[in-house]
């Protein structure tokens, strides 16, 4: 039985398979849904869990590379939150793009991990390294 880390063997499962420059989407409640991908829906209410939380524990054993944002979340989020999520994401470069664009990154991942995040445009692409 594990009794530390990420207990949810559907997640954990996800994270196994994600491999050397394979992506990873954390995405809030509003993301669209993305039928052929699988998608673990850890969505409970209004925050809970948040994008954040779901980073801090996927980052415990994931090696991350790089991740995207949509430029959107910059625009539309306070500088607190911009700030929550650069320490979120500490050591790891963060690019920016439309989020059109950063749609496009989607059907690419090897899975789409889903919140009860309300905060806009709170969605990220991880690429493991």
Do not use: C
């Not at 500490?90 to 919140?115: C, D, M, S």
């Amino acid at each position: 039985m594990i009794n530390t880390g990420i207990l949810n063997p559907q997640l954990l499962a996800l994270l196994a398979r994600v491999r050397h420059t394979n992506s990873l989407v954390i995405a809030d409640r509003g993301f669209p849904s993305w039928p052929a991908i699988e998608t673990v829906d850890l969505s409970l209410v209004d925050d809970v869990p948040t994008v954040l939380q779901v980073l801090a524990a996927v980052r415990a054993n994931f090696n991350v590379t790089q991740a995207y944002l949509a430029r959107e979340f910059q625009k539309n989020n306070s500088s607190a939150t911009r700030g929550a999520f650069a320490r979120g994401l500490a050591g790891v470069p963060i690019k920016f793009e439309p989020h059109g664009q950063f749609k496009k990154r989607v059907p690419a991942a090897t899975g789409l991990i889903r919140t009860g995040d309300t905060i806009q445009y709170a969605n990220l692409v991880l690429i493991s390294g």
